[in-house]
């Protein structure tokens, strides 16, 4: 988590913001109104712990922050209610939704926001009389799993038009002393050497071990994914997962964009995915428990279908090694490094990408979601379509976010305007 918040800065901000289309046109009292939406949100904010705890802590970049819940939380700061200007088309929707993810949120307050957005009118696809929620949480609070844990604990699987009352038993908490901000950085700060220690003894015999297995054929059975409607492009390879042919989808988008350019390089570009590494017993909204493995995207392959076999055959190849090492290695190791330390490392390793010729390991990131499966209301409107926004990074300036719900996937992307004008 705090290697997310170390990430943050004016240019880069790290937030990930599910993007919620409604359709309103089956209500009786014709529209959803913007109190009911408030109401939505305060019954359900006892569902996750996200919604109203806020960072202290840090010893001034000598500890960790943690979390404590805020005696200040104020429901209107967080959820805002604008509309697209006339005659509210996809391109307007688009440059709004860039400006607001180009916004960082107020780090002194719980790391939230929500965007009631009105006036999509003539948005290609929606349903007449729709609106949108645009949510902005930090990477630093939720991963993709935590963030549709978010998505579904603000919905109703009713049409009700409002939650029922709850009985809350939240408490809130005041601003922890300097005493306990420093004796808590001492403790942690004598603790990690020998985590980091341990960590390593594991470490370097599943390093081995990985190496040695990771190229041999993984025979054991998977579990067939949710039928969806990338299923019959999946079923022409067998063994291929959707993420496969989400992958091959993204790798030959940006095949077709650099061969614009002429700057499609020989070797394929990579990508990195994020591997859930949660627990069945431990699914709560705690923060991040993610890995990440390498995919080569294939795209020094012109054909769709043969481009889905590479990579298809890649994924095995670093499922396999990801599983023998085991894919909560770099959440193992983190426990162990010093906070400056990280902070330091990561500022140095931009620097060397900015100034050398040095390649980076992914040129991007592809992060695939799976969202709810059921139908939701919210306020009792349908809803219609998710997308998926996340953040670009230095050097890396491309982020397809991909996220399924409401009987649908999307791919969406977002991009730095400077090193990718031409969306």
């Known amino acids: 988590d705090y290697t997310f918040v170390q990430m943050e800065n004016n240019r880069t901000p790290m937030h990930i913001s599910p993007v919620m289309f409604y359709d309103q046109s ?4 014709g529209k959803v109104r913007f109190k009911e939406i408030l109401t939505v949100f305060e019954r359900n904010l006892h569902k996750s712990a996200v919604f109203r705890r806020k960072l202290a802590g840090g010893a001034m970049g000598l500890d960790t922050p943690f979390w404590v819940e805020d005696e200040h939380f104020d429901l209107e700061f967080h959820v805002r209610h604008i509309a697209l200007p006339k005659p509210g088309d996809w391109r307007q929707l688009c440059i709004l939704l860039a400006r607001l993810q180009a916004r960082g949120l107020d780090m002194r307050r719980p790391l939230w926001e929500a965007y009631v957005i009105e006036g999509l009118n003539d948005v290609e696809g929606l349903p007449p009389n729709s609106f949108a929620i645009m949510m902005k949480v930090p990477h630093a609070a939720i991963d993709g799993v935590s963030a549709a844990e978010i998505i579904a604990a603000i919905h109703s ?3 009700e038009a409002e939650p029922p009352p709850v009985e809350d038993h939240w408490q809130p908490e005041g601003a922890p002393s300097p005493l306990t901000v420093w004796s808590r950085a001492y403790v942690n700060n004598i603790k990690r050497p020998v985590r980091l220690l341990e960590t390593a003894a594991e470490m370097i015999p599943r390093a081995i071990r990985a190496g040695r297995e990771s190229g041999q054929e993984n025979g054991a059975d998977r579990p067939a994914p949710s039928k969806v409607r990338f299923n019959e492009i999946k079923n022409a390879v067998p063994g291929t997962t959707v993420n496969d042919v989400i992958v091959s989808v993204v790798g030959g988008g940006l095949r077709k964009y650099l061969q614009a350019k002429d700057e499609l390089p020989e070797s394929s570009l990579s990508c990195g995915a994020p591997i859930n590494v949660r ?9 991040n428990q993610v890995g990440v493995m390498t995919i080569d995207m294939a795209t020094d392959v012109e054909g769709a279908l043969d481009r889905l076999k590479a990579v298809s055959e890649h994924a095995r190849e670093s499922k396999a090694y990801s599983s023998a090492l085991g894919a909560s290695a770099m959440m193992d190791i983190s426990k162990g490094l010093w906070p400056q330390f990280t902070g330091a490392a990561m500022r140095l390793a931009t620097l060397a990408a900015v100034n050398s010729d040095v390649a980076l390991p992914v040129h991007t990131v592809v992060s695939n979601v799976p969202g709810p499966q059921v139908p939701l209301y919210l306020a009792g409107a349908d809803l219609h379509m998710i997308m998926g ?13 991909v996220i399924s719900g409401a009987g649908k996937i999307t791919i969406n992307f977002v991009s730095c305007r ?6």
């Open 418 to 423: 400077e090193m990718l004008p031409d969306p």
């Open 157 to 159: 699987q009713t049409k």
């Open 26 to 29: 089956k209500l009786k009292r």
């Open 389 to 401: 926004i996340g953040p670009v990074l230095d050097m890396m300036g491309l982020f397809p976010g």
């Open 279 to 287: 627990a069945e017993r431990n699914s709560e909204s705690i923060g």
